[in-house]
């Protein structure tokens, strides 16, 4: 896939499933975290483990569902 129609289908993403809760800027909210400035292996981490269904904190049960159907090339890739 070229790099720019990933970049795409990341944004795309990110808009869909993440920005309620981190933020357009994914400078976080409320009591979401903020994701800009995370080292890429702590964001392949977390999204590995709520993958997974791993209790991690308060927010694994709307994380989980978001994170069950990333592939670990597009986990890799995204951050």
């Known amino acids: 896939m070229a ?3 990933f970049r795409f289908i990341c944004k795309e ?3 869909r499933n993440c920005r309620a809760c981190h933020g357009p800027t994914a400078k ?3 009591s979401y975290p903020k994701l800009v ?3 890429p292996e702590y964001l392949v981490d977390r999204l590995e483990r709520y993958r997974e269904r ?3 904190g308060p ?3 709307l994380m989980a569902p978001r994170a069950k159907n990333l592939s670990d090339e597009f986990i890799i890739n995204a951050v």
């Open 13 to 15: 993403f990110y808009k």
């Open 3 to 5: 790099a720019h129609r």
């Open 28 to 30: 976080g909210l409320s």
């Open 54 to 56: 791993e209790k991690i």
């Open 37 to 39: 400035g995370q080292s």
């Open 59 to 61: 927010n694994t049960s």
